[in-house]
């Protein structure tokens, strides 16, 4: 017996690497736009095969798995020429490994190598968020919009429901039900899960929320069809124009470092609206609901609460009153 300081590496034949990457594609049973994300989340890793596999004679080893980790991590996007963000190289590997594991499970692979895949080092921003006053800010930049009356109503829908980005864009004027005093309820369509295979959902908006819709639809004559007419009149706002509105209003009101995007608003509902009664177990789910989430865990995600947040509510045992 003797001792290898540098024993081989044992690796995987990657010639046929990128086919199987299309078979898993083709195997997924998701929907077109889920999968669409999946083949965008992988293709950085099939770009970067395509390149460096001849280099390594087709030879794709736990190491190289590890320069790729490094690789996601010094990529620069070709438009704005800035880094991919955690999350997003997270998600990367969560689509390598993911790939790896359906190739075991089917045959394809000896063994699941997506346990060779490492995870991105680093951590995810610390973020915060919105408050109340912020939220106001962003109201009032809509208003130098071109078109104030329909942004800051998908503004106020956004904030007053916490409805996703696609939920929002699906919303029509026959789906909407408002009562006397301004408050109502929408049925929307967006993310299909397993427990929501059709994506529909009712939510609720208060008066606030429906006066904003009620300006907006009056100034407008808006009374039937997609809620968020185009700039022509003729078509209607689709999803990547909603968030470009978004984009360009929170640049207005410089809020860029605390609203990314459209989801943000999200997290901005359930953080502002889960400290409202953060000891109702009751207020808690009627968020989780209004959010459309399944378990109240789901929901824990968005409430971006910080230490000032625990601050001003923590009472000290020595602070209570004792008999």
Not at 276 to 287: E, Q, R, T, Y
């Amino acid at each position: 017996t003797e001792i290898i300081l540098d024993p081989p590496e044992d690796y995987l034949d990657g010639r046929h690497l990128i086919p199987l990457v299309d078979r898993w594609l083709a195997s997924l049973k998701v929907t077109p736009k889920t999968a669409v994300s999946y083949a965008g989340k992988i293709k950085y890793f099939t770009d970067w095969w395509a390149v460096e596999g001849p280099q390594r004679d087709w030879r794709l080893t736990q190491s190289a798995l590890g320069e790729f980790e490094k690789y996601l991590a010094g990529f620069e996007t070709g438009r704005f020429h800035m880094p991919l963000a955690y999350n997003t190289r997270k998600a990367v590997i969560r689509a390598l490994r993911m790939m790896f594991r359906w190739a075991c499970n089917t045959g394809r692979t000896s063994k699941n190598y997506g346990e060779w895949c490492p995870w991105p080092e680093g951590a995810p921003p610390a973020r915060r968020a919105a408050n109340s006053v912020q939220l106001a800010r962003l109201m009032v930049a809509a208003l130098e919009s071109r078109y104030p009356l329909r942004d800051q109503a998908i503004l106020a829908f956004f904030i007053g429901t916490g409805c996703r980005l696609g939920e929002v864009a699906s919303l029509t004027v026959e789906n909407v039900q408002m009562l006397a005093d301004g408050a109502g309820t929408a049925l929307v369509v967006g993310k299909r899960t397993k427990h929501n295979r059709t994506g529909e959902r009712s939510v609720a908006f208060d008066a606030v929320t429906g006066r904003y819709l009620s300006r907006y639809m009056d100034g407008e004559k808006i009374n039937k069809g997609y809620m968020w007419r185009s700039e022509d009149g003729k078509g209607y706002l689709t999803i990547p124009g909603i968030y470009q509105m978004v984009k360009r209003t929170v640049a207005r009101a410089e809020l860029g470092s605390v609203i990314k995007g459209c989801h943000d608003l999200r997290r901005a509902f359930a953080t502002i609206l889960g400290l409202m009664h953060p000891d109702s177990p009751g207020w808690a789910d009627l968020v989780r609901r209004q959010l459309g989430h399944k378990h109240y865990s789901q929901t824990a995600h968005y409430t971006l609460l910080d230490v000032d947040d625990i601050r001003e509510r923590m009472v000290s045992p020595l602070g209570e009153k004792t008999n």
